[in-house]
């Protein structure tokens, strides 16, 4: 990585200089609505998924490759981003962001298949991926240190609220419209906010002459999305429901879905190898060596599991309220804002805990609070009291919100400044890839366990309760493992915190 005075990992001026940069703030302003506009967007049609199943013909388990497919291209990505910001403009990517995401938008709203949407929303998420990083590199380059906990803190909550927003927005205007005007709703907001940036955004940071390696991204691409398709079609082995040949299509498919995990994670592991030979030649496109911290590797772990629960939880719940209990959109998105917005307003509660108390005194009570939800979650009944459905909603938020910010801060703490980038590139990657999976795994789970009954007069029932249940029984074993994971936290002082973040200091200088 090049040195340059205003690069923040090479202890440039926004480490050492307690004033912020002129114009630092309209420049983040500006990231910080664009980022606002491609998070709501990652949950805008979590509660539009029947309507789109109607809509353009298609189950349970292939309407959520709109989500899985999201999460998969952003987890791809993003360990691009590093490259990208290196090799252009701060102006630059910014306009390949937005202007990804203002073409994937209208594309998506023009969509006249289901094929064409997925390619939209593919579009969408590369714009996405790249947005984020984006802002968090802006931030600690224009930001002196003495200040960036602040301006974090308060980014945070944006982006914490965005995803809780996007249900209840998009369940708003399908209360009047059709699906489609989701994406003419977003589309302007984008156009304005990519018009604003590409003329008023200022360059910061450095450039230097890097060359992408393109086997590492050819085997990313292929080898986590092999493993997350694998997940789906395992999942959704036993989509025949009450056909006498059942059993024999699901060991078919559970073969079939066997073969392609195998083959990804063949993938994966010479996606590693690759990595590695890289490293020792000092230039690889995702530095591995933060597993070698304990910490790291842990918290990458817990959080991969519970972002497998999160999302697979967050579409699964929505297909219910709606294809079950009859719930409208706007009924479903006000039944799930309390939770996502009480997740959000914790940020900041949170990490004043983790100063005072480190991260298993918040991560092990979070992951038993997130285990018990799913667990009542696999309980729910055709005429569970919408009340009680709230109170689990809100009560996953929180365990969720004392898992994420103690794991991400305690994996990233004990990492020196050069694998900061790196670190924070596989936790967003592990992230992304964990959410797809689990959503293609939950969902798959869910079409599996779905019945259907013949009646007496020759038609037929659809039963998904089993399928819901078997879903949330699933989410269930993911929260135990997480609460295992929880118990190899190192039980964090704000003494040995400050004390790893200032031993690892002089390397930036």
């Known amino acids: 990585m090049p040195s340059s005075p205003s690069h923040p990992a090479s202890g440039g001026t926004a480490e050492h200089s307690p004033q912020t940069a002129p114009g630092a703030m309209g420049t983040i302003a500006v990231l910080l609505i664009a980022a606002f506009v491609v998070i709501l967007n990652e949950t805008i049609l979590n509660v539009a998924l029947p ?44 306009g390949l962001a937005m202007g990804s995401f203002a073409l994937g938008t209208l594309l998506a709203a023009l969509a006249p298949s289901f094929a064409i949407l997925l390619v939209a929303r593919v579009i969408q998420a590369f714009g996405s991926a790249i947005m984020l990083p984006l802002l968090m590199t802006t931030i600690l380059t224009l930001i002196p240190k003495q200040r960036r906990g602040l301006v974090m803190g308060n980014v945070s909550i944006v982006i914490s609220v965005a995803p809780a927003l996007g249900p209840t927005i998009s369940g708003v205007i399908l209360a009047h419209f059709p699906w489609r005007s989701i994406f003419w709703f977003v589309l302007p907001i984008a156009v304005l906010a990519l018009i604003i940036g590409v003329t008023r ?21 292929f080898g986590f999305g092999l493993l997350v398709h694998g997940l789906s079609t395992v999942g959704a082995g036993g989509t025949q429901g009450g056909d006498s040949n059942s059993f024999m299509g699901w060991a078919t498919s559970a073969a079939g879905g066997a073969v392609i995990l195998l083959v990804g994670a063949l993938l994966v592991a010479a996606f590693a190898l690759r990595q590695l030979n890289l490293q020792r030649k000092g230039n690889p496109f995702l530095d591995l060596r933060t597993f070698r911290h304990r910490d790291f590797t842990v918290s990458v ?59 298993r005194p918040l991560a092990v009570p979070g992951a038993v609070l997130l285990t018990f939800v799913m667990f009542n979650f696999s309980r729910l009944q055709p005429d569970t009291a919408v009340w009680w459905i709230v109170v689990l909603q809100i009560a996953m938020s929180v365990g969720l919100a004392m898992i994420f910010t103690p794991a991400f ?8 400044p050069s694998l900061y980038s790196h670190g924070s590139a596989t936790l967003s990657t592990l992230q992304q890839v964990a959410g797809a999976a689990g959503t ?3 969902v798959g789970i869910l079409q599996a366990g779905t019945t259907v009954l013949q009646n007496p007069d020759g038609s037929t029932t659809t ?18 493992v997480a609460f295992m994971l929880t118990l190899f936290m190192r039980k964090s002082t704000p003494e040995n915190t400050r004390v790893t973040m200032e031993s690892s200091e002089p390397a930036t200088k």
Do not use: E
């Not at 959109?329 to 480190?358: E, S």
């Open 51 to 94: 309507h789109l199943m109607a809509d353009l013909h298609v189950d349970a388990a292939t309407v959520q490759w709109v989500a899985t497919a999201f999460m998969l291209t952003m987890a791809v990505v993003i360990p691009t981003t590093g490259f990208l910001l290196q090799k252009f403009s701060t102006r630059a990517v910014f």
């Open 201 to 221: 955004l200022r360059d910061v940071g450095s450039r230097g002459d890097l060359r992408l390696d393109v086997l590492s991204v050819a085997l990313s691409v």
């Open 301 to 359: 772990a817990l959080l991969a599991l519970a972002m497998m629960t999160l999302f697979g939880g967050v579409i699964v719940l929505p297909l219910y309220l709606q294809t079950i209990r009859g719930l409208d959109t706007l009924q479903t998105g006000l039944i799930l804002l309390p939770g996502g917005l009480i997740m959000g307003l914790l940020g900041p509660v949170i990490g004043r805990l983790f100063d005072a108390y480190g991260p």
């Open 409 to 416: 801060t305690a994996g990233l703490n004990p990492l020196p």
């Open 440 to 442: 293609a795994l939950l």
């Open 463 to 480: 039963d998904a309760i089993p399928g819901v249940h078997a879903a949330f029984l699933t989410a269930t074993a993911l929260g135990g």
